[in-house]
């Protein structure tokens, strides 16, 4: 069945280092793919999105990288802030009705 | 900045109890979706509406749910007889159009016991 899974579900990372956060996907038909962060006691914040005809989008600090061939998402964060310290979701959508999620990654920023 | 709110913030509900969900989506949002995260897991889907019905639904949306606009600007999940695996936070979220991301809210933690 479909699944959006990550790689590695803890990341330390020194405050003011690039992050990248990785994430698998498992259904090459999914045509959409966004990244949420998660704070603690709130719900998915909408970070950046990509469609399935483009491999790289940018936005403020932070890129995402598609790559289709190995179904392969990934977030870069530049300049990591103590404020980027969250859970972080990669999640895809199926038929544009639901999104299917990720397990997420803990993203800590050490001072 | 819009938002979508819900309320309560946290519910407890004895097992057996109806309880009810609030949601105000984003005023010009046309697609409306519950989801569920449980403790520690990752956020599942459990159902999607638009156009004054439900679009799609997850396998845990079972009879005991049910999902309601009951004027322009409330979304509601009911759960009808609440089991003790209820206990969850549950997301309200939405979004303007078709390939637009959604948008969530804070969520209610339900605790069932």
Known sequence: GESVGLHLPTLSVQEGDNSIINCAYSNSASDYFIWYKQESG???QFI???RSNMDKRQGQRVTVLLNKTVKHLSLQIAATQPGDSAVY???ETLNDYKLSFGAGTTVTVRA | EPEVTQTPSHQVTQMGQEVILRCVPISNHLYFYWYRQILGQKV???VSFYNNEISEKSEIFDDQFSVERPDGSNFTLKIRSTKLEDS???FCASKPGFNQP???GDGTRLSIL
Do not use: N, S, T, V
């Open chain 2, 102 to 104: 959604q948008h969530f």
């Open chain 1, 48 to 50: 950046i999105d990509i």
């Open chain 1, 89 to 91: 979701f990669c999640a």
């Open chain 2, 44 to 46: 599942e889907f459990l």
């Open chain 1, 42 to 44: 709130k719900g998915p």
């Open chain 2, 88 to 90: 969850a936070m549950y």
